[in-house]
């Protein structure tokens, strides 16, 4: 018996293009109000993003123990400043970001 040549090189195809379906991520779209399509691959969230994870009154508690000392420790103060206004290559805005740390 002859194997039909044919026949063969179709079904290769086929596993080709069936594999190839088969392992391609799936992008989940939406449409807008406009009617434009936003693609998406769903909500990012972190632990500090849900409603109830920390009260008021305890974000006021550490903003002000932050604040304390950022007043009393120089070394801290320095740390804090190099830190977030260090990548800050604008002068004016430089200089706007260490200002924040006057108050």
Known sequence: MKPNCGILASLAVATVCLTTVATT???????????AELITNGPQTGPG???GAQSA???VRDSDRYESVLRSNPNYRAARESKECGPIEDPAMRANCLATFDR
């Open 25 to 35: 991520p799936a992008a989940r779209a939406q449409l807008n109000a406009n009617g």
């Open 57 to 59: 009154a305890q974000n």
């Open 49 to 51: 993003d849900r409603s």
